[in-house]
């Protein structure tokens, strides 16, 4: 049965659906004439690692064959993310993504039509432009027609990343269009009007946007706009500012978190042991690694699974993560910004273009090390309904029980006014028994902390 893609319908040279498991995107006739009158450039966008690979004129199956003419096959890509869910690195590299594919796109004629954040993802641990019909013919001269795009959807978040500590996706979340131009100065320090590339690309841009009803050239055709340049040029000085931007220093709490814990040498250890057992000799699809903090456990548990994803709400530690995994060569690893108690939300047009990450995502296993104790006495949830939450996340649970006399429950506790006298083993071994059965419980040596495997009842 066809599909299509609840996310795919803005641009009006193709769409994206799927049949009986294989994925298409058909296109226009117009479209396909450009598909091949620029392989040259498509094929050495696929080369370097900028561009999705696909195969040109696939064959159109028969029951759509009558609406749809022409069609290319992409690779499948194992998980889409947003935004909203990416670290400042990650986002750092979907800018640089979008900017050398147009700078390559130059060299053949063409440039982008657009400059949207959806347009990148990860593929095999490498950043890579999706949007195939998103190029049309130029001469090279500006406007750049996607520049406030580009600001909005790229520039201004890295920039708000770089000067304050804030999850530079996170607006994302709130318009699916990026970060207004005025929204954005107003973040920054009065210093940043100082750097010459932020004066240019923000603060005059803005002035800008505001005197002037027909920026973009929303009421002329791009040839009748005077040309004031070269893209290039400017796609350069853009490349070589986003590559020098760095992500604020903050304190983080969980960034450094496993350098702070009550675990010595040995208990670290023991419990690794733990968790690395009972991944042994397994091949999974999707692992979940709730409350991933710098990807530490995520890192030994991923060779057996196709893709793990390491969770956490913190978007230092994601960060971290996200650069110790490409340091690695980590590829299967997917680094996300996920926050338990305010989850992705279904976002844009019938709350159907941006999906949540459980609709996108299904677990086999989830891993939860000490977690339970942030869910139950941080944000005052009950057992029970932290059991139904993991039970409709993964069949298999694998979770860390941090005790009352732990040092961190302690601490959590010291800043109560109310008893907790429910947060004890007992009643959480009685709520998680109603949706799992208990495999095994091991304690971790030297510490109030015990692993559990569960699995869903049926």
Not at 65 to 72: E, F, G, K, L, Q
Not at 281 to 291: E, K, P, S
Not at 404 to 411: C, E
Request: with cysteine; charged share 25%.
């Amino acid at each position: 049965m066809l599909h299509r893609d609840p996310a795919s319908f803005r641009d009006p040279d193709g769409f994206v659906f799927s049949l009986d498991g294989t994925l298409y995107r058909s296109v226009t006739p117009a479209a396909r004439v450009l598909l091949v009158d620029s392989k040259a450039f498509f094929s050495a966008a696929i080369e370097r690692g900028l561009l999705l690979p696909f195969e040109l004129d696939a064959d159109v199956p028969e029951c759509v064959a009558t609406d749809i003419r022409s069609v290319i096959k992409p690779e499948i890509i194992d998980l889409i993310t947003y935004p909203h869910e990416w670290c400042f690195e990650q986002f750092k590299h979907a800018a640089l993504n979008t900017l050398d594919v147009n700078i390559l796109a130059l060299e053949h004629g063409l440039t982008l039509k657009d400059a949207s954040a959806f347009n990148t993802q990860m593929h095999s641990g490498v950043t890579v432009f999706i949007d195939h019909t998103s190029f049309e013919p130029t001469d090279g001269k500006l406007p750049w027609r996607p520049y406030s795009q580009f600001c909005r959807h790229f520039l201004n978040p890295l920039v708000m990343g770089a000067y304050r500590d804030i999850h530079v996706g996170s607006f994302f979340r709130m318009n699916l269009d990026g970060v207004p131009q005025q929204t954005a100065n107003d973040f920054l320090p009065w210093r940043a009007r100082f750097v010459p590339s932020i004066a240019m690309h923000m603060f005059l841009h803005n002035r800008f946007i505001r005197r002037s009803s027909e920026f973009e050239a929303k009421n002329a055709r791009a040839k009748e706009v005077s040309p004031r340049g070269d893209q290039l040029d400017l796609l350069r000085q853009l490349r070589a500012f986003v590559q020098s931007l760095k992500p604020a220093k903050a304190v983080s709490t969980w960034a450094s978190y496993y350098s702070q814990t009550n675990y010595d040498d040995t208990t670290f250890a023991k419990k690794k042991e733990l968790v690395a057992a009972s991944f042994e000799g397994r091949r999974l699809g999707t692992i979940w690694d709730v409350g991933a903090n710098d990807g530490t456990f995520s890192r030994l548990v991923a060779g057996s699974a196709d893709r793990t994803l390491a969770l956490d709400l913190d978007h230092n530690a994601v960060n971290a993560c996200y650069v110790e995994n490409r340091e690695r060569g980590d590829r299967s690893i997917h680094a996300l910004v996920y926050d338990v108690c305010n989850p992705t939300p279904a976002l844009g047009f019938e709350n159907a273009e941006r999906s949540t990450l459980e609709q996108r995502s299904k677990a086999d296993v989830v891993l939860a090390l000490a977690v339970i104790h942030h869910l139950s006495i941080t944000n005052n949830i009950p057992l029970d309904q932290s059991a139904d939450y993991f039970a409709s996340r993964g069949k298999e649970l694998l979770i860390e029980f941090v005790g009352p006399g732990d040092s961190q429950v302690k601490r959590l506790l010291a800043q109560k006014n109310t008893s907790y006298d429910w947060y004890t083993e007992q009643n959480f071994q009685a709520a998680f028994s109603k949706r799992f059965n208990l495999e095994s419980r091991q304690e971790i040596p030297g510490t109030d902390r015990y692993f559990y495997r569960l699995v869903r009842l049926k």
